[in-house]
């Protein structure tokens, strides 16, 4: 996958005021993270799982963001303070 490809995908903002209504599943979630991981450029794909643990909130009342945040994460890498404490993201 080519990450250039990814990134008009991953607008969160876009694609969750716009595209997606109230009903995504943890399907959806797992699919989104999939995607994540994949990505070759991994602070791009660290910026976007931030960015959709901000907003996926609203579209399920039962999102688990550190779960999210830690299922977009390879086994290499480590959760930074700020991904730790997602709840104080700004939305």
């Given at each position: 996958m080519?990450?250039n490809d990814?990134?008009?995908?991953?607008?969160a903002?876009?694609?969750?005021g716009k595209?997606?209504?109230k009903n995504?599943?943890?399907r959806h979630?797992?699919?989104?993270?999939?995607?994540?991981t994949q990505?070759?450029?991994r602070e791009?794909?660290?910026?976007?799982?931030?960015?959709?643990?901000k907003?996926?909130?609203?579209?399920?009342?039962n999102?688990?963001?550190?779960?999210?945040?830690?299922?977009c994460?390879l086994?290499s890498e480590?959760?930074?303070?700020?991904?730790?404490?997602?709840?104080?993201?700004e939305?």
């Amino acid at each position: 996958m080519v990450d250039n490809d990814v990134h008009c995908v991953l607008d969160a903002h876009h694609y969750l005021g716009k595209r997606i209504g109230k009903n995504m599943e943890r399907r959806h979630f797992e699919i989104i993270a999939d995607v994540l991981t994949q990505m070759e450029d991994r602070e791009a794909a660290r910026a976007a799982c931030m960015e959709f643990a901000k907003w996926l909130p609203h579209t399920n009342a039962n999102f688990d963001a550190f779960r999210f945040i830690s299922a977009c994460m390879l086994s290499s890498e480590r959760l930074t303070t700020s991904e730790t404490n997602w709840h104080t993201l700004e939305k």
